[in-house]
């Protein structure tokens, strides 16, 4: 017993390293649009949208206007929110209205990790958003990632409105 | 119509003229004040120009007075080229605004950013409960109660990008006792630990923390659970809030699966009194602790699958009372657990079971205590959800051997915030004056 907790002790003092960024935003818009993306635009968030903008995330949004980058019927958003404590940057495409892709770029939580990986994020591609400004299908959380997983189905209900109130926006035929 | 009727009178054109003029004269009401539409109009129609000029300086004048003199060409002129003048300052002041607003935004913008960098060293949370019980014993006596059960603070603090310390300070039961004060309650150090990361998956912690066993232990803000309660089985088996002091590590793997080991302090359970050979009675507070026989823990738990948990911890202490020669010596706790949440829909399933050896131990029938539940739950709406469960305890002292069912709602009018009724039913397996019926209803919060 000895032995062991000498030995853990020595594993504490190892060199450490800094965790939690997974991908740079500026590669996930590159990688977005194939190594073409298109200039950033930029939404403001005032008015309607300031008060839908809110209610979707339960406080006031952090910024009065929100970057995006935008080519035929999809768009690219990197979001913030905090899930307990840290904010979680997050990746959206949105195709068509619906869900393309999400990935979580930088988690520093120290709880709810394992809504970064694909197994969970997975379940937002192909969502929309009802009128509502309710997700159109149920997202199945973590146990003990309570927060975390609220914070992204925040951001995922917040980018699909957002995209709707661009020029990106797909109306059906 | 008077004013169509006189400007055609005055005009006093012929038809085609008139169809001319008046097409021109909305074009130009569009165009007039720039300089080119202007010259290019004059050099093809020379008449339509000077009539159409009139005629817009008649519109837009109202025709003040029929005894107003008629103005100029050469005022007119002079009169388009100063608006001509404005509409161009106009259109600098628009630009100069434009580029005002758009350093405004790039300012907030950062303005943003950094507020989020700079909140983000030192974070503030906490969580707290208060119970009311109104319930009767077996022997026909009430229990009736108001409780603030739990009043935790939170504190977060990031050194750097790899490094960081999570504190809880909790209050039990309204506070402690202090010059004859009626509080009954506890002050203590729930977390207080350093974590280091140690690279991508690995992460290592020092200081005084939770015993990575069972679902409660670590996850019990009011709102996370149904019933106002915890379940009896993480209280007397596992005892939650299960604190101790010293290190751990944890890896976590991209399937899924997460590794936890912990070298802590131990239980020191008592072996005589009233509280003889009870787990519960055998924490210790991290104050002055005894560190004679330090315990180790285990945890493999896989969340690979949305809405699943599958667990399942090994506890091992060589001395359970941190004395030799005292008849209750090395102890196992194995525990396992599911949770499997889909939809509105909520089921989870626990097992806990010490195993003691020691001839003490063994005589006073505690050598093997455990107990389990089963829990489902029902989220009718976002904010309401129904529940029941049953729990079977079997522990050592005569009130902790009973089977318990609850059933019970909550309600969240806020998703951090939660309103709890329940009824619970509980049966003791030797003394029915030990049986335990009635309702609690609770509030609690977390942020």
Redesign the interface.
């Known amino acids: 017993?000895r032995l062991?907790?000498f030995l853990?002790?020595c594993?504490?003092t190892?060199t450490?390293?800094?965790?939690?960024v997974y991908q740079q935003p500026a590669d996930f818009i590159h990688d977005a649009f194939s190594g073409n993306a298109p200039a950033a635009k930029?939404l403001?968030i005032t008015g309607d949208r300031k008060k839908v903008s809110r209610e979707i995330l339960?406080h006031p949004p952090?910024?009065?206007?929100l970057?995006y980058w935008g080519k035929g019927k999809r768009t690219a958003w990197i979001l913030?929110e905090i899930g307990?404590?840290?904010?979680i940057t997050v990746g959206i495409i949105i195709n068509k209205n619906r869900i393309e892709k999400v990935k979580v770029l930088i988690f520093?939580e120290?709880r709810g990790?394992?809504v970064r990986?694909d197994?969970?994020t997975k379940?937002f591609e192909n969502i929309g958003l009802l009128v509502s400004q309710q997700l159109d299908k149920?997202?199945?959380?973590?146990?003990?990632?309570?927060l975390s997983v609220?914070a992204l189905k925040k951001l995922v209900r917040l980018a699909l409105y957002l995209h709707s109130q661009t020029d990106f926006s797909h109306v059906a035929p | 119509m008077g004013k169509t009727h006189t400007t055609h009178n005055y005009l006093n054109a012929n038809d085609n003229d008139l169809h001319l003029d008046l097409f021109y004269v909305q074009f130009l009401s569009l165009n007039i004040l720039t300089g080119l539409t202007r010259r290019r109009f004059k050099m093809k129609y020379p008449n339509l120009l000077s009539k159409s000029l009139l005629l817009s300086a008649l519109t837009t004048s109202g025709f003040a007075s029929a005894a107003t003199p008629t103005p100029t060409l050469e005022e007119l002129w002079t009169v388009i080229q100063s608006q001509q003048k404005q509409i161009a300052s106009l259109k600098a002041k628009a630009a100069e605004t434009e580029e005002k607003v758009e350093a405004t935004?790039e300012a907030?913008?950062q303005q943003?950013a950094n507020?989020?960098a700079s909140h983000?060293k030192t974070?503030i949370?906490g969580y707290g409960e208060l119970h009311y019980n109104n319930l009767e014993e077996g022997d026909g006596d009430d229990f009736k109660e108001i409780d603030l059960h739990r009043f935790v603070l939170f504190f977060?603090h990031?050194f750097?990008?790899?490094?960081?310390f999570?504190g809880e300070l909790e209050v039990e039961h309204g506070g402690v006792e202090a010059d004859g004060s009626p509080l009954d309650g506890e002050l203590e150090v729930e977390q207080a630990y350093v974590?280091?990361?140690?690279?991508?998956?690995l992460?290592?912690k020092?200081g005084v923390f939770l015993v990575p066993a069972g679902?409660m232990n670590?996850?019990h803000e009011p709102p996370?659970f149904y019933g106002v309660e915890r379940n009896p089985v993480e209280n007397i088996i596992i005892p939650a809030t299960w604190v101790t002091g010293g290190?751990a590590?944890s890896n976590?793997f991209?399937?899924?699966i997460?590794a936890d080991f912990a070298?802590h302090s131990g239980l020191q359970m008592p072996t005589t009194g009233s509280s003889a050979f009870r787990i519960r009675s055998g924490r210790q507070k991290i104050s002055n602790a005894s560190a004679n026989d330090?315990a180790?823990t285990a945890r493999l738990k896989y969340?690979?699958?949305?809405?699943l948990?599958l667990a399942g911890t090994v506890h091992y202490q060589?001395d359970i009372t941190q004395t030799s020669g005292d008849g209750a010596d090395a102890a196992t706790l194995l525990e396992a657990h599911a949770?499997w949440?889909?939809?509105?829909f909520t089921a989870k399933a626990l097992f806990a079971s010490w195993d003691i050896d020691g001839s003490a131990i063994a005589a006073a029938g505690g050598d093997k205590q455990d107990g389990y539940y089963l829990e489902g739950g029902y989220k009718l709406t976002k904010d309401f959800g129904i529940f029941a469960r049953y729990n079977e305890v079997d522990g050592v002292r005569v009130q902790d051997e009973f089977d318990q069912i609850d059933i019970g709602f909550n309600w969240w009018p806020h998703?951090d915030v939660v309103v709890k009724v329940d009824y619970m039913d509980r049966e003791n397996d030797n003394n029915s004056d030990r049986d335990l019926d009635g309702f609690n209803v609770g509030i609690g919060y977390q942020f």
């Open positions: 017993m062991l907790t853990f002790i594993l504490l190892m450490a390293q800094a965790r939690g930029r403001w339960g952090s910024s009065l206007r970057r913030e307990k404590e840290k904010p520093l120290s990790w394992e990986h197994f969970f379940q149920p997202i199945d959380g973590i146990s003990g990632a309570t609220r | 935004g907030l913008e943003a507020n989020q983000s974070t949370g977060g990031e750097n990008e790899r490094t960081r999570v974590e280091l990361d140690i690279n991508d998956t992460s290592a020092g679902i670590e996850t996370t290190a590590i976590q991209a399937n899924g997460q070298v330090l180790m969340t690979g699958v949305p809405g948990e060589s949770i949440n889909r939809g509105p998703e």
